[in-house]
Structures are given as structure tokens and as C-alpha cells.
């Protein structure tokens, strides 16, 4: 089965690129980042689902809907709150921890993220 895995976010009360900006200052430094996973009421964090696309370092992709632009990053690890392993994927002191810290309900691991441009006439096809 072929899954395709969207995150959407905004850079509210931000300058517009700063959370991308931010993100891949640390993977640059580090070799990945953790981006957070705030759960809105009723969603569901597809933990199973992600740590397996993770073991197989599958292609991500970003939507700032302030933008409408598309990102894409290749996932590296995950944890989550609702597994109970949020606090045992703890990293290590340095700049990961800038982003953890901000208490997300669960987290992914990433690579650096790329603007990521669809070939023109390609929105009715899947992705």
C-alpha cells in the first residue's frame, strides 16, 4: 500500500517562513529535527502508522496553509504521549531540545526540509 503523509501548519504570529527557517537551522546542525504534533480535539496521532514509515525513511510532505506552499522531508523516527514514549525519546542537550520542549503532544523526526514543487497540470493526480 501506498501512504502519503501531509502535515499542515502556519507560522502564526511568525514571520512567514520562520517555523521551516527554524527547523532545518537545527537539522543542519544536528542531521535531523524533532517537529511537533499539537492534537487538535477529536484527532488522533497514527503513532503505529508513522513509526513504521519511519523505519523505512519514507518521504513527508509540509502545508503552510499561510502560504499554500508544499515542503517535503524524509521521516526518521517518532514518538508520541499516547504510546508513553515521549519522555524516553528525550534528546540529549543542544539545539533538538529548543523543540521538544514546546510540550507537543507528539513528535517526528525529520531530515532537513525542501520546498517541494509539483510538476504543473499534476492536481487531479495523486501524490
Known amino acids: ?3 502519503t503523509y501531509i502535515f499542515r501548519f502556519r507560522d502564526l504570529g511568525k514571520s512567514e517562513g520562520f517555523t521551516i527557517e527554524q527547523h532545518n537551522n537545527i537539522a543542519r546542525q544536528e542531521g535531523n529535527v524533532w517537529w ?5 480535539s477529536g484527532e488522533r496521532f497514527p503513532s503505529l502508522e508513522l513509526k513504521n514509515a519511519a523505519e523505512k525513511n519514507k518521504q513527508i510532505y509540509f502545508f503552510d496553509s499561510g502560504r499554500l506552499k508544499f515542503y517535503t522531508a524524509v ?3 517518532t514518538c508520541s504521549s499516547a504510546l508513553g514514549d515521549i519522555k524516553k525519546q528525550s534528546p540529549k542537550e543542544g539545539a533538538n531540545k529548543q523543540v521538544i520542549s514546546s510540550q507537543a503532544d507528539s513528535l517526528i523526526k525529520i531530515s532537513r526540509i525542501w520546498a517541494d ?3 504543473a497540470n499534476t492536481s487531479n493526480q495523486p501524490i
Not at 511537533?36 to 487538535?40: E, N, R, S
Open 1 to 3: 500500500m501506498c501512504e
Open 36 to 40: 511537533g504534533w499539537w492534537a487538535k
Open 75 to 77: 521521516l526518521k523516527d
Open 117 to 119: 514543487f509539483f510538476p
